[in-house]
């Protein structure tokens, strides 16, 4: 059997209002990715789209060629990450309602609920809040699950023995995880589907998904050291990253060593792999950043082979894996091709899947 390879899918790639007002008129991913530049001797930036373009979602085309590339090359699905801060507040939004109205492309999706506050952080600035995730109640968690109801009724949706894939980016971020995915799963039943497939995202590759209410969880990739705000109580660390802010240097790492913490040797059988194809989020946070130096389509090979290995082991209902990301191209994880490798990543990708049966 095959893996379902779905790829996690950013939405920001058209002008919201909101945008506009934080940053500039007509902001959106592209406008980090455009501005780039290398940071050290050999940095690779700016890392920019080769055959699809500087697309914007507005247009059904750009859509429309994402999945068909997407289909060619093995990836099952994707997971828009949605936005949903409470009080009926939601931002970037215009993708999948757009998908959802048009019918089109008919290419398989599902959503995740990116449950996290948006702040300056983001975008290597301060901390201001700009869009603070809130957790109203059961009536806003209704009101949530209402507004998803025609996704999850959609039959391109991505469903687990007939009940739709919903997956939560922050389980720990919710008041009550046992009380919220119970709750939906009542509406779930009530609005008369079979039942919801509850997927969150997690980084410790042992956590107990189902005392939380979840089904299993997706393994986030992590990085053995971060940067970011080091304590003092770490005094080696705090003045490394001191003389690299001074240098104005990101935090730099080989991709190939790093595999053992993105993707350990052993996980919970629940645990569902996800496979980084490189990492540099310099264009969004500049020296504040980290960044995976040398991968290849070779090496993105190899972490695959670690992701089945782990794949093959798993006690499941559902055969997926994912990837991160299909056009996270600001944190410069992306399967999309690009001008250093082209349809490199995804050929190597199409070619595993399809060893693997």
């Known amino acids: 059997m095959k893996p379902e390879v779905i790829a996690l899918y950013l939405p920001q790639y058209h002008p919201i209002k909101e945008n506009d007002e934080w940053w500039e008129p007509g902001f959106t991913e592209w406008t980090n990715v455009t501005k780039a530049k290398p940071l050290y001797r050999g940095h690779y930036q700016p890392n920019l789209p080769s055959e699809l373009g500087l697309y914007d979602l507005r247009v059904p085309e750009a859509r429309e060629a994402q999945a068909a590339l997407a289909k060619a090359h093995s990836v099952a699905a994707f997971c828009y990450y949605h936005y949903w801060f409470g009080h009926g507040r939601r931002l970037l939004e215009r993708p999948l309602d757009e998908v959802l109205a048009s019918g089109k492309p008919d290419f398989p999706f599902m959503v995740c609920w990116a449950n996290q506050t948006w702040s300056g952080v983001w975008h290597g600035l301060d901390k201001r809040i700009l869009a603070e995730q809130l957790y109203p109640g ?212 199409d070619a595993k899947v399809k060893a693997s049966g």
């Open 138 to 349: 059961p009536e806003d968690e209704k009101a949530h699950f209402e507004t998803l109801l025609p996704a999850f009724r959609d039959r391109r949706y991505l469903r687990v023995k007939g009940k739709p894939v919903f997956m939560v980016y922050a389980p720990d971020e919710l008041p009550d995880p046992v009380a919220f995915t119970s709750h939906w799963r009542r509406l779930a039943e009530q609005a008369g589907l079979p039942g919801l497939y509850l997927l969150a995202e997690h980084r410790d590759p042992f956590w107990d998904a189902r005392a939380k209410g979840f089904d299993a969880f997706v393994l986030k990739p992590s990085f053995l050291r971060r940067r970011t705000w080091t304590p003092w109580s770490q005094p080696i660390a705090k003045i490394r990253n001191k003389i690299l802010d001074w240098l104005g240097r990101p935090s730099v790492f080989d991709y190939e060593a790093q595999q053992p913490y993105l993707l350990p040797d052993q996980a919970s059988p629940l645990a569902i792999p996800c496979v980084l194809p490189n990492w540099d989020n310099t264009p969004r946070s500049g020296p504040r950043g980290v960044v995976l130096e040398n991968s290849t389509p070779q090496k993105f090979g190899a972490a695959l082979d670690r992701a089945l290995s782990l794949w093959r082991r798993r006690e499941r209902e559902d055969d997926f894996l994912f990837i991160k990301s299909w056009n996270e191209w600001a944190e410069g994880n992306h399967l999309e091709p690009g001008r250093r490798w082209g349809r490199a990543y995804l050929e190597v990708l």
